[in-house]
């Protein structure tokens, strides 16, 4: 299986793989220089096995583009050897055959889970701008909704029955003050009329100081009538400003309620101002925000379009590889299990056919998991609310990938119900025994957490039965 599922596993299945082919070479005598009168096919897959052996065992591993070169040369030059052997020793080259097609498989799945990486980070730049759309929508549509036509109108009637009632109280005023100005000059009128009455009765007397008693007589009684009158104008006059005291007030509560009506009108018109400058300005911010929710949707769409060309480019085409050459390799070991007849030689063929056929599985799932979280973007991105642009297209995206996902998963849970059963199969003993319970506790594990159900127990073959047929559904070498 692969070394992002299991661990250390490939190693060991390499480990004894290539121990497997060296001991199976020649017939099982292997000296370290190679052995002697050897064939060219022989040579082929003694110079193989050194070239497996050396990227394998150093302190650090090799880096992958030699592992790339070396597992290639391999191929290329056991194909054809392979053809000219027979027995142990074709079940040695085919051995290291599949080592170097499952070497090259590891290869294109860890760039597979690079680009993985690389697709989730979209995933993640997509989810942020989809949330910016959502976020800066909803504030578009709060700021633009408010209708302040209804507070508009009343303010204006409002202003308008202030004014009427300015008119009103004007014209009271005005009519109060023609009143009070009317007994003003009246009162001042009579009050002239007294003064001009009151001088002449003080002439009179003045003239009649000198006169005869019969003559001052009458002056005085003329004077007393002067008098008198003055004292009639004055009474009048006093009336008249007691008059005007009591209208005085009303035109002073008149010019009171005048300022007030004003006041109103000015509050009114400040109002109606005030509530359309705020009208203007949350329109400017609805605007602003439905720029900024436009700007991330489409920044979604140019997000998703790089997702795409990465899941249907490079991403695929790596698990393409990837899967592609553990089948090849799965195919090989089988082949090789085929070459042998010793029950002690099949157990470690089946381990490793097993482990290739778990990879596999794994590969399946990995890409399976990775397109999982796409869907689900698409997913929630169609049903966004509102509606990004182009929803009815994610809503199609989100089940074509959903589809593929759900293909995947169905593949990876039969590859590893294949694996179990090549292991079930195999009549291990012993430490064999014992590294097969431990790596079919990682089919079962992996199984489980691909279907979500408890994978079904293997069914085991009798000791020295054949090797593991081929399941229909494992995918074939071309």
């Known amino acids: 299986m692969s070394r992002t599922s299991t661990g250390r596993s490939r190693t060991t299945s390499r480990t004894i793989a290539t121990g497997l082919a060296l001991a199976l070479a020649c017939g099982g005598v292997v000296g370290l220089a190679g052995c002697s009168r050897e064939s060219d096919a022989q040579a082929a897959v003694r110079t193989a096995r050194q070239k497996v052996l050396a990227i394998n065992s150093g302190a650090s591993p090799a880096t992958p583009s030699l592992r790339v070169q070396v597992y290639t040369d391999v191929q290329n030059s056991l194909r054809p050897a392979v053809e000219s052997l027979e027995g142990a020793e074709a079940a040695a080259a085919l051995t290291l055959l599949g080592e170097a097609q499952t070497g090259l498989a590891e290869v294109s799945a860890a760039n597979a889970a690079s680009f993985d990486n690389a697709l989730l980070s979209l995933v ?52 109060l003050q023609q009143k009070l100005d009317a007994l003003t000059q009246a009162a001042d009128a009579k009050a002239a009329q007294a003064r001009e009455n009151r001088l002449a009765a003080a002439k009179i007397r003045t003239e009649s100081a000198n006169l005869d008693p019969a003559a001052r007589a009458a002056a005085a009684q003329r004077a007393f009538e002067a008098s008198r009158v003055a004292d009639g104008y004055d009474r009048e006059a006093a009336d008249l400003r007691a008059q005007a005291a009591v209208v005085r007030p009303q035109v002073a509560t008149a010019d009171i309620d005048i300022q007030r009506w004003r006041r109103q009108i000015e509050l009114a018109t400040l109002a109606r101002t005030n509530l359309q400058s705020a009208v203007a300005a949350r329109l400017e911010q609805a605007g602003a925000a439905r720029a900024v929710a436009d700007e991330a949707a489409a920044r979604f769409d140019q997000v998703v379009a790089q997702i795409e060309a990465l899941r ?90 959903g589809a593929k996902v759900d293909e995947l998963l169905a593949a990876a849970s ?10 079930a199969s195999a009549g291990l003993r012993g430490e064999m025994r014992e590294q097969a319970d431990r790596i079919g506790a990682m089919l079962t594990e992996a199984s489980q957490r691909t279907s979500g159900e408890p994978a079904p127990e293997p069914q085991a073959e009798p000791d020295g039965a054949a090797q593991p047929e081929s399941p229909a559904s494992e995918p074939q070498p071309g």
């Open 414 to 423: 039969e590859g590893y119900a294949n694996a179990e059963r090549s292991l």
């Open 124 to 175: 993640s730049q997509a989810r942020s701008a989809a949330g910016l759309y959502v976020s800066q929508s909803a504030l578009a549509t709060a700021m633009a909704s408010y209708d302040p036509s209804r507070t508009l109108e009343d303010l204006r009637e409002a202003g308008s029955d202030f004014q009427a009632d300015l008119v009103a109280v004007q014209a009271s005023r005005d009519a």
């Open 312 to 401: 249907t480019g490079d991403s695929a085409s790596s698990y393409d590889s990837a899967a592609s050459a553990y089948t090849a390799g799965v195919a090989t070991f089988r082949r090789a299990s085929t070459a042998v007849s010793s029950p002690e030689l099949r157990g470690p063929m089946a381990i490793s056919l097993a482990q290739a056929q778990g990879s596999l599985a794994d590969v399946r799932r990995s890409q399976a998991r990775s397109l999982e979280v796409v869907a689900g973007l698409y997913a929630d991105a169609a049903a966004l609310s509102p509606a990004l642009p182009r929803s009815a297209d994610y809503a199609a995206l989100a089940e074509t990938v």
